[in-house]
């Protein structure tokens, strides 16, 4: 009697195989995400395995320095994002939700490199070539440089761009592309995990430039399995809501730079363009308010000048309601204790709601004392200054504490016709920004 042959079953969620099928997956908690590999599928799998060459170990130190250079994307906003430009053998991963404008950027990116003498190929397969050139038109980026391939076949994709010679490869998306060597369908683990790594041995083999485009989950995730971001030599994220002008490109893997730095992008009618003006976008000079207070925070080597709104209304039910958009929930809830406990401000009956304006999410401390001062400022009912900044980090005994770059941003203060800037600490160095020292919060109190 043949033996029968024991069957694999792989999620489709983040590539975890099981001899059994489960309803959950034990690796990232999955429901029904398991579908069973047939034999050609499990044997494409063991054939496309890497195997492990005869390289011996040398000393690190007879190792020579290698130079990485970079070019420009034509765009600013990308270039801060990527750390100084695009390197040649790159492999970039770009996500985002639907229609946050991820093939605009990238097709005004090919575009703009092509009008330079780079050979580029835009690679689709999720359009046809007359959507994209209408696309084209509006971003007024057709160059005879520019090719277009309507393909989602892997080896018709690498003929072209072995024969070619081409500088950079933008892949729209990674989940359309099929390589018949694995018998699954287009967007399963076992593809996307084997393109992935052939379009990696053709970036570093070639020193072609290559940007992947990657759906993402209902959870925000790029779908596919881990492994793809752990491949990529940098991943970037679209944030922003796609009903709105306003979008933001955000680094969270890059091995050529920083991850600290983040790309400012105005859609237009011409397609996404690098905002000018980033911090005018995020405050209102409009007269002053009650529960509006000014901020600085830094994102990466950018200082960006926020408006935080806060409103403060009596509870209509027995438990208060604490609602944050661009702050985090648990911090805005420990602010709130403390004004209960430093000041005896009856919050407990109160419900409270913060906004960050613009849509931007506040991910440092500098701008706890401007949260503070929102939530008095309407609590009182009484408008604070629209001239004036609040910048501090207040810890849970009320003392507000230093923060960094300080110059820098009452320097970007100064561009924007502030006078007036509540701080922990002066700066030693000379500003036209009038500073007040505040070190605890009962004295914030006191001076507004």
């Known amino acids: 009697m043949a033996k029968k042959s024991l069957s694999i079953f792989e999620c489709q969620h983040c590539g975890f195989q099981s001899t059994k099928w489960m309803g959950k997956c034990s690796n990232c908690g999955a429901w029904e995400s398991f579908i ?86 835009y690679v689709s397969g999720e359009e046809s070539a007359g959507q994209i050139k209408l696309r084209a038109q509006r971003l007024k980026c057709i160059h005879e440089n520019l090719f ?28 359309t592309i099929y390589s018949p060597q694995v018998t699954s369908t287009p967007g399963s683990i076992s593809q996307v995990r084997e393109i992935t790594f052939e379009l990696m041995r053709l970036a570093k083999e070639y020193n072609i430039a290559i940007f992947i485009i990657g759906h993402i989950t209902k959870e925000g995730s790029i ?85 935080i709104q806060a409103l403060v209304s009596e509870s209509s039910f027995g438990a208060p309601k604490r609602s944050a958009t661009g702050f985090d929930t648990n911090r805005l809830s420990m602010l709130l204790a403390l004004l209960e406990k430093k000041l005896e401000i009856p919050l407990n009956h109160y419900d409270v709601f913060i906004n960050v304006t613009g849509g931007i999410k506040i991910t440092e401390t500098s701008a706890d004392l401007a949260v503070i001062a929102s939530i008095l400022s309407s609590f009182r009912n009484r408008p604070l200054s629209n001239t004036t900044a609040f910048i501090g980090e207040v810890s849970l005994t009320g003392d507000i504490r230093e923060i960094g770059n300080i110059d820098m941003r009452l320097k970007e203060m100064e561009n924007y016709g502030f006078t007036k800037a509540i701080i922990p600490k002066k700066p030693n160095t000379h500003t036209k920004i009038k500073c007040f020292e505040v070190t605890e919060v009962t004295k914030l109190l006191d001076w507004m």
């Open 148 to 175: 277009l391939l309507n393909e989602i076949d892997l080896n018709s994709i690498k003929s072209n761009l072995i024969t070619k010679q081409y500088c950079i490869c933008i892949i729209d998306s990674i989940q």
């Open 223 to 307: 779908a596919g399995p881990r492994v793809l971001e752990h491949m990529v030599d940098t991943v970037l994220y679209f944030e922003g809501d796609p009903s709105r002008e306003l979008r933001m490109l955000r680094g969270f893997k890059n091995r050529f730079g920083t991850t600290s730095e983040i790309g400012i992008f105005e859609m237009r009618d011409d397609g996404l363009v690098s905002a000018k003006n980033a911090s005018k976008m995020f405050f209102s000079t409009k007269q002053s308010m009650p529960g509006s207070a000014i901020t600085v925070v830094l994102e990466g080597s950018r200082a960006l000048v926020l408006e």
């Open 36 to 121: 069973e590999l047939s034999t050609s599928q499990i044997q494409a799998l063991k054939e496309t395995k890497v195997l492990l060459s005869n390289a011996s170990a040398i000393p690190i130190t007879s190792i020579e320095y290698e130079h990485i250079s970079k070019f420009s994307s034509s765009e600013e906003e990308l270039d801060i994002v990527l750390g100084g430009g695009i390197v040649p053998g790159g492999l970039y991963l770009v996500g985002g939700s639907p229609g946050v404008g991820k093939s605009t950027l990238l097709l005004k990116v090919g575009g703009g490199l092509a009008k330079t003498g780079k050979k580029i190929l």
